[in-house]
């Protein structure tokens, strides 16, 4: 399988950490979307959408869009709860975070990152956003060691991946204690570095 | 079970349509949003996102997020394929519908149908983004007759839902010719009148 990605975009660390974790063998293609890696027209006829990550697979079919990718990359493993009612919750946390966390807490570090802006340019709604994001997790989180439950999930890939570098996007991870310990479980499962 | 819902909210009809087309029983329990109804404190227990859809299934348990929801209530039906790679491509159109097509197609007419603005008050990065996304349907419904091949699925539920309603938003149909032959199908297979 190769898997086309920017290694700096939680969205494709999403795939990498499956991958590795779940030992699928794949060839990484580091895209740069700064550059217009993703429109080239070669790319283009393996996402219309023109987005990474994508993965190819070895019979040449393509997939995108990073939460469909690893739900299906990990079907059957231990990180889908085989329970249908925990399953829709993991995909609850999952859209959740394509709607109203990864528009907000990745695009302020997006901004910073990738655009090179100061946090005081941000637009105040996105920052605003980004906080309340980070406040629901905060506050589901002391309840309950993984988003969903006592056991690791894709849900925590997914929210993780943005979350644990909102820092570089000027959101406070300091005022998150919560969000802090989850993190550093969730650093440990997937065999990850501390990120701050 | 019981679904909570306002049922000018596309989000909301996905779960009616889904439940209708499955025969499965539910009632109906209309959540005036606009009037804060999803942000109250017995609401807020069913659902701490404060949002709607939620559905209260009969032992008590709720689930969130319109794409999730309908994912559980039709497992195994012939809403969802059976083909991993098929459902994964399912599930790329429900989280593209997410984070791409649903933040500016459905926000357009919520500005216009809640809010009461003119169409030209909207913010104008909105409407290209909306305009984008019914580009891309567009291209891809020219080449298939619903979204993942022939065979209808949950990926078409969650992307009629704002698309049919979207000239309420101010965005022009009559530009989509493909887009409106696929809404009237989508309308025939959920037995819905036209929505325009």
Redesign the interface.
């Known amino acids: 399988m190769k898997s086309y990605g920017d290694s700096n975009s939680g969205n494709c660390l999403k795939v990498k950490w499956v991958c590795d974790r779940l030992a699928l063998p794949y060839s990484w293609i580091e895209i740069d979307t700064l550059k217009g890696g993703s429109r080239t027209p070669e790319f283009l006829k393996l996402n219309?959408?023109g987005q990474v990550p994508t993965v190819e697979?070895d019979d040449g079919?393509t997939?995108?869009?990073?939460?469909?990718?690893i739900?299906?990359l990990a079907?059957g493993s231990d990180l889908v709860p085989v329970d249908?009612?925990r399953?829709?919750?993991m995909?609850?946390w999952?859209?959740?975070e394509?709607?109203?966390h990864?528009?907000y807490v990745a695009v302020c570090r997006f901004h910073i990152v990738y655009l090179g802006k100061a946090v005081a340019e941000l637009d105040p709604n996105l920052v605003k956003r980004g906080y309340a994001a980070l406040d629901?997790l905060e506050?589901?989180l002391a309840g309950t060691r993984f988003l969903v439950g006592e056991a690791f999930s894709l849900a925590d890939v997914s929210l993780v991946a943005y979350t644990r570098v909102a820092h570089e996007g000027g959101l406070d991870l300091d005022r998150y204690p919560v969000i802090r310990r989850w993190i550093a479980d969730v650093e440990r499962v997937l065999g990850l570095p501390p990120a701050r």
């Open positions: 219309g959408w697979l079919r997939l995108a869009q990073s939460n469909a990718i739900r299906y079907r249908p009612y399953a829709a919750q995909d609850a999952m859209f959740w394509q709607n109203t990864e528009p629901h506050r589901h």
